[in-house]
């Protein structure tokens, strides 16, 4: 698995929520703040849209895709010609958010364009597809399609970012020597690792990586081995009924007992109770709604 699959494997939890709603005449709909990303796709028609926290209005046309990583609250209005919206959101792991978290806005604005995002407009239409004529095996497939967009966002932000100057987890995926040691971290977690053996990967001397790591992914290289391990544990606990025992060796702890206490100490609870908490919140996700839509005054 590449590293960016990895962080959003790691951040997802629960199950994604999606609706459908075709809006006529004058309308608005209040989207609360949520603990997760939301997102928005205008199939047809044209909508406003107002975040939390000021700045000016997104104008929206038909294909256009909005993406909240931040769950922030947000107002979509519209008037005169009929819209439909795609709408949904994604459960995240606020406990310990992953670095590429806060490389995203809060609002993240992807026009339709011609010959852009392929991916990502391909599966907005199955989506609408799928939505508006659900049929045999729509819940696994509306599922799989959910997964999907989350990604081709993703996607479609870095491939904007990449090229642009700066730090942050989208440069240092990008950088040949850190992105390098980066695959080789989540390549093999439970690996001794070393900083001079991480150098070695990246093809640099031992101090000058430990500086451009850092730098990048703002954090020292040990110091996000172990927080990777940890977040690594939590998704093993979440997806899966491994002992704790397990879960330890498979993320590079020698003992169960070394694991429970750093476990602990990282997230606050117990590694059982953390994986009993998590699997009530999945359970709790697919009720989740954003705010009724509301003629305007």
Avoid at 17 to 39: I, K, N, Q
Avoid at 196 to 202: I, Q
Wanted: net charge positive; hydrophobic share 45%; proline share 6%.
């Amino acid at each position: 698995m590449d590293v960016l699959s990895d962080a959003i494997a790691a951040l997802r939890t629960g199950r994604p929520y999606s609706a459908l709603t075709e809006f006529r005449g004058t309308w608005r709909r209040d989207v609360e703040p949520f603990g997760g990303a939301g997102f928005h796709v205008v199939l047809e028609g044209t909508c406003l849209l107002r975040a939390a926290g000021g700045g000016g209005p997104v104008v929206l046309a038909a294909g256009d895709a909005v993406f909240l990583p931040h769950g922030t609250a947000c107002t979509l209005t519209g008037g005169g010609e009929p819209a439909v919206l795609l709408c949904g959101a994604y459960r995240l792991d606020q406990a310990r958010a992953h670095p590429l978290l806060a490389d995203f806005p809060e609002v993240i604005h992807l026009p339709a364009r011609h010959g852009r995002h392929p991916s990502l407009r391909a599966t907005i239409g199955l989506l609408g597809d799928e939505l508006r004529s659900p049929g045999m095996g729509t819940d696994v497939t509306l599922t799989a399609l959910l997964e999907l967009l989350l990604i081709y966002l993703m996607r479609a932000w870095y491939e904007e970012r990449s090229a642009l100057p700066g730090t942050g987890w989208c440069r240092s995926l990008a950088d040949p020597a850190v992105g390098a040691a980066l695959r080789a971290l989540h390549d093999d977690p439970s690996r001794p690792w070393t900083v001079a053996a991480l150098a070695a990967r990246a093809g640099m001397s031992r101090a000058a990586f430990a500086r451009r790591f850092t730098t990048l992914v703002g954090r020292p290289p040990l110091t996000y081995l172990t927080w990777w391990r940890l977040t690594l544990a939590a998704r093993i606990l979440r997806d899966t009924d491994a002992p704790l025992a397990v879960v330890a060796q498979r993320i590079g702890y020698t003992s169960q007992f070394a694991f429970a206490n750093a476990f602990k100490r990282a997230y606050g609870v117990a590694a059982g109770r953390y994986r009993q908490a998590r699997r009530e919140d999945h359970q709790r996700i697919g009720d989740w709604d954003p705010a009724p839509a509301a003629a305007a005054g």
